[in-house]
């Protein structure tokens, strides 16, 4: 390992024009990679579209949802014969139009009831309204101030294409002549989920920037006493644009998660620039530059690569998650502490060399003199009262462990966006009025979902659901409905008879309810409710399809955003607690297996302190858990790790040269204290960028990751110490034991 870093050394020392190359080239690789990102949204950020219960989401989502438009039509009476034969005269045009494979609206129905016609008085539309099933009715008419048409896109466009079509049909619609009174817009999944995209792309580059602005403000006011302060900014700089092109070139989709990654990178990044360019700064006062150089690279690249991989412990912790975005979270995070760690690494001296980089030739400020000589006084009297402070310490992380499950868990897709966001604007429009407008939806499938016995179930089982459910479902539509709606408001009888009303239904709209002859989904509406209580509709429709099932060779599922977010529910429950446990074994591990010794597990403890901590402030804060905030214990962990790593790095330095744990705790904090706090200072206004976020899920996340990193700046100033000298009072308390022993039985030990 060491001469790994006298190698770095050696390379920035002697060959430093060519490292320079390299790194240009790298630099140019990453703005290739940059063109390569992809945004992700939808259920694939929730679900692991590998597992059965994604597969089946997804392909209910491409057969039947995912490429839906909806048309929203508002005015005062939407069934009036004006606004019927304008929606009418639109929806032809629409279906030429490129990328649109069907159409259907309630004009379609209404012509079918009247003779191929469109009345031409409100009584006669009344008359016709009565012939048509009024789930059907419903569907397109939720209520006396909407109407709704539904526009179909090809199956497999890709987002530009998707975008494109949506343009196309608003660019149409601002062509015709509106009628007075009528207010039209354009949503649907297909218009939310594009919409989404647009904002998280805005979102990223604004936290980004704001991050970097905050990083120039704390490096202004605190990093003063070295020369080139702004360089770790730089430095960053360059790491977040090497990380893009990696997660570019590497295929890594972005999600609302992966984009809170990158401000959370940059605090961590600034922190190991801060790091080697302190310890540059330090060296370079009593050395030659090539000199200093080398000393930082060999010395303070292995502290700050131990405490960067612990870090990363923390992060790999999320890939139990069952939660891809979560994941992805965790993947970008490892990616981003790494390129940044070697960033700096090589960057800091490599640009060191290249200005010949003259140190100020000063001491610290006085500010930063008295930042350590205040943080040294509070460890001297932590150390020397470790017992109350450890107990004070435990008890609030105990309430918090008690508190923790208290938490409500939010997995409304609907609350993580932005609020002004027009199409999430226009969706709570529509749900105040209709309820919830993500239907509860029943895939059907098996050899022939088409055959008689298998409609008239369908039939029976929605209004055997509207039955069991008044209050919680708002209506229940399936291509039964469309059926009995075109054979004259029965119910066929024969098979014949069936596939004769099939035959009349609009190919737009059997696109909506059928897949062919071996798939169907039923659409259960339900009003507006919180995910508790989906899920306990969810239990109680799985029970009601086991007591009323389809015939024989038909299959049901439960599927869509209403089984994916119920179930997020429990999966983040169970994955919340994993990722923490995990966490810290693997820390623990990794600080066993490079220290090998019981000073090793000490940066544990005060780690298990701020993950109750977190929760107590979570719970004050009324902050909820959710797919983002789901992670926190385990990023708690990665990030704490490096601030009490480098206290223990410092406190072991110390004792080589001091018997007294006193003493060599209060050198430690003295040497230190300062460039943690700038370190750590740097950290909390990086991840506060994400304060920032016009996303709230992001927001929160935010919110709660700068509290993490306050309480992990006082467990490594404050609760180390406590930690450090109880320590050393029982290894001492356990030599003074064994030797006791030694003394009374010499002999049976010399035979051991």
Avoid at 437 to 463: C, H, Q, R, S
Avoid at 605 to 632: F, H, Q, S
Wanted: aromatic share 8%; glycine share 6%.
């Amino acid at each position: 390992m060491q001469s790994f870093f006298s190698g770095v050394a050696d390379l920035v020392v002697h060959r430093p024009r060519l490292l320079a190359e390299v790194m240009l080239v790298l630099m140019l690789i990453s703005l290739v990679g940059m063109s390569m990102i992809s945004m992700a949204t939808g259920n694939d950020t929730y679900l692991d579209k590998n597992s059965q219960s994604g597969i089946i989401s997804n392909h209910y989502s491409d057969t039947f949802q995912q490429n839906t438009l909806v048309l929203l039509f508002e005015c005062n009476d939407p069934t009036s014969p004006e606004i019927l034969a304008y929606i009418d005269s639109i929806m032809g045009p629409i279906q030429k139009l490129q990328y649109v494979s069907g159409t259907a609206s309630v004009t379609d129905v209404i012509k079918q009831a009247n003779n191929g016609t469109l009345p031409l008085s409100s009584g006669e539309v009344t008359e016709v309204e009565q012939k048509i099933a009024p789930s059907v009715l419903k569907r397109y008419i939720p209520s006396n101030l909407l109407n709704m048409a539904m526009v179909t896109l090809e199956p497999g466009l890709s987002d530009t294409k998707k975008e494109s079509a949506m343009k196309n049909i608003l660019s149409f619609i601002d062509s015709t002549d509106i009628p007075p009174g009528l207010s039209v817009k354009l949503t649907g999944d297909a218009a939310f989920s594009m919409e989404m995209k647009n904002e998280m792309g805005k979102s990223m580059m604004t936290l980004i920037m704001a991050a970097l602005l905050l990083m120039v403000v704390v490096m202004g006011l605190l990093f003063s006493y070295v020369s080139h302060r702004f360089l770790p900014v730089l430095i960053v700089t360059i790491g977040l644009l090497l990380t893009f092109g990696v997660v570019g070139l590497g295929h890594v989709t972005v999600s609302m998660a992966v984009i809170s990654a990158f401000p959370v990178m940059i605090g961590l990044g600034i922190d190991y620039a801060i790091q080697f360019h302190s310890r540059l700064e330090e060296e370079a006062r009593t050395h030659p530059l090539p000199e200093a150089i080398r000393i930082t690279v060999t010395k303070t690249g292995p502290a700050v690569m131990y405490a960067m991989l612990a870090t990363s412990m923390g992060f790999f912790a999320m890939f139990i998650s069952p939660v891809p975005m979560i994941q992805g979270f965790g993947l970008v995070s490892i990616i981003g502490v790494v390129v940044c760690y070697l960033t700096s690494l090589i960057g800091i001296p490599l640009i060191a060399i290249l200005i010949d980089y003259k140190a100020k030739g000063a001491g610290k400020s006085k500010l930063t003199d008295s930042i350590d000589f205040g943080l040294s006084k509070l460890a001297v009297g932590i150390a020397k009262n470790p017992v109350p402070v450890l107990l004070v310490v435990f008890f609030v992380a105990f309430v918090g462990i008690q508190m923790d499950s208290r938490i409500p868990i939010d997995t409304n897709q609907n609350a993580f966006v932005p609020p002004d966001m027009p199409a999430k604007v226009t969706l709570d429009k529509v749900t105040r009025i209709v309820g919830s407008t993500d239907p509860a939806p029943i895939l059907v499938y098996g050899d022939n979902v088409l055959a008689l016995d298998t409609v008239k179930w369908m039939k029976e089982f929605t209004t055997l659901e509207m039955d069991l459910h008044p209050t919680r479902l708002t209506n229940a539509v399936s291509i039964a409905d469309y059926v009995i709606t075109y054979n004259n408001g029965t119910m066929p009888q024969t098979q014949s008879e069936l596939d004769n009303a099939l035959e009349k239904i609009p190919a737009g709209t059997k696109k909506q309810y059928l897949n062919g002859k071996t798939e169907a989904v039923i659409q259960l509406y339900t009003t507006k409710m919180e995910t508790p209580a989906k899920s306990n509709l969810k239990d109680q429709m799985k029970g009601d399809l086991e007591l009323h099932q389809p015939p024989p060779g038909i299959q049901t599922s439960i599927t869509g955003s209403f089984d994916l977010f119920t179930t997020l529910i429990s999966q983040l429950i169970e994955s919340k607690e994993a990722m923490t446990y995990l966490g810290f074994v693997l820390v623990a591990l990794f600080l066993g297996l490079v220290y090998r010794n019981i000073n090793a597990l000490t940066p544990i403890v005060p780690i298990v302190a701020i993950v109750g901590w977190n929760a107590v402030a979570m719970y004050i804060l009324g902050i909820d858990y959710n797919p983002m905030t789901a992670c926190l214990g385990s990023m708690t962990i990665g990030v704490a790790a490096e601030y009490t790593i480098l206290v223990m790095e410092r406190y072991l330095e110390e004792r080589e040269i001091t018997d007294d744990v006193i003493e060599a705790i209060k050198n430690s904090v003295r040497k230190i204290g300062s460039a943690i706090l700038v370190s750590g200072l740097a950290t909390f206004f990086g991840f506060s960028a994400l304060i920032l976020s016009s996303f709230p899920i992001i927001s929160n996340f935010g919110l709660t990751t700068i509290i993490a990193v306050m309480f992990s700046l006082i467990g490594a100033v404050a609760v180390m110490p406590a930690v450090l000298s109880l320590v050393d009072q029982i290894v001492h308390r356990v030599e003074e034991v064994e030797e006791e022993v030694l003394h009374i039985h010499p002999l049976d030990h010399e035979k051991k």
